[in-house]
């Protein structure tokens, strides 16, 4: 019988797939990936604590010079690190200085003792046709992130090569955030790729075909919503220098156990495996 993992101390660091936007809960807050994650690997190690930092709209300096330290103090043995799409989708993203960043924040994580598990980026370009100019960057971004997971020992889900990660049903109707759906598929690949008991690579599978597809000029019209509903408020934002984040505080800030209401949240595999 396989065993749990030896994690007791889980942090989560990053911007808003980790803190769970796309994925509401019944009191008005989030769940998320790493949520859902935490409840799994509790199930197999009962004594779990976790606490999540991440905070949307937050870019990879910010993520550094914010939430590093605090992470560090918590004295974590398992470290998820997600930064860097806040960058890569910006007019003038500097890859260099991003990924000096996420390793400045790697190195120390490794060094004070912690397992570091981190992704690649899906083709957020097969998933909104708008923003397809960039999957050229994910690609490059990705590449480096497999070169520095080789260097500093990090577990890294490779998101990449999944058909199942960029199908858009994984994909809020933002098509920047994950669904529920997506939140669970993420957190079944962590759950899997750190040898939880009870996970299995079942996130891989492809999700069943789509029986309608929309008509052309259906999908012109929700190319359109699209833009007037999200990307023009999210141009808005940052011509007046405002972030999603502002004002937002992190939700899981300490270290706390993950109780028994907290593992009633519902990590059954999706209907649509």
């Not at 030896?6 to 509401?24: I, K, M």
């Not at 100019?133 to 497999?146: F, I, K, T």
């Not at 996130?203 to 990307?231: G, S, Y």
Request: glycine share 6%; hydrophobic share 45%.
């Amino acid at each position: 019988m396989a065993s749990a993992p030896p994690f007791s101390r889980f942090v989560a660091l990053g911007d808003s797939q980790t803190e769970g936007v796309g994925d509401p809960d019944e009191h008005g807050g989030l769940r998320g990936w790493a949520d859902r994650f935490a409840s799994k690997l509790a199930a197999a190690n009962p004594g779990l604590l976790y606490a999540n930092l991440a905070i949307r709209g937050r870019r990879t300096a910010r993520i550094r010079a914010e939430q590093l330290e605090a992470a560090l103090a918590l004295r974590p043995d398992l470290v998820a690190l997600v930064a860097g799409m806040n960058d890569l989708i910006r007019p003038r993203f500097d890859q260099a200085a991003t990924l000096a960043d996420i390793e400045a924040m790697v190195a120390a994580l490794t060094e004070a003792g912690a397992r570091v598990i981190s992704f690649t980026f899906p083709d957020i370009g097969s998933v909104a046709p708008m923003v397809r100019p960039l999957s050229g960057r994910v690609r490059a971004m990705n590449a480096e992130m497999r070169l520095l997971a080789a260097k500093y020992d990090v577990t890294l889900v490779d998101f990449e090569p999944v058909r199942t990660t960029s199908d858009p049903r994984a994909w809020a109707d933002d098509r920047l955030h994950l669904s529920p759906l997506g939140h669970e598929i993420v957190a079944q690949a962590v759950a899997e790729t750190l040898a939880v008991p009870g996970a299995d690579a079942c996130w891989r599978d492809p999700l069943p075909p789509i029986l309608t597809q929309p008509r052309p000029l259906e999908r012109v019209a929700a190319e359109l919503r699209w833009v007037a509903d999200h990307f023009v408020p999210w141009v808005g934002r940052r011509v007046r220098g405002r972030s999603s984040g502002d004002f937002v505080l992190p939700k899981r800030p300490q270290l706390t156990a993950v109780t028994p209401e907290f593992l009633g949240l519902d990590t059954a595999p999706p209907s649509t495996w």
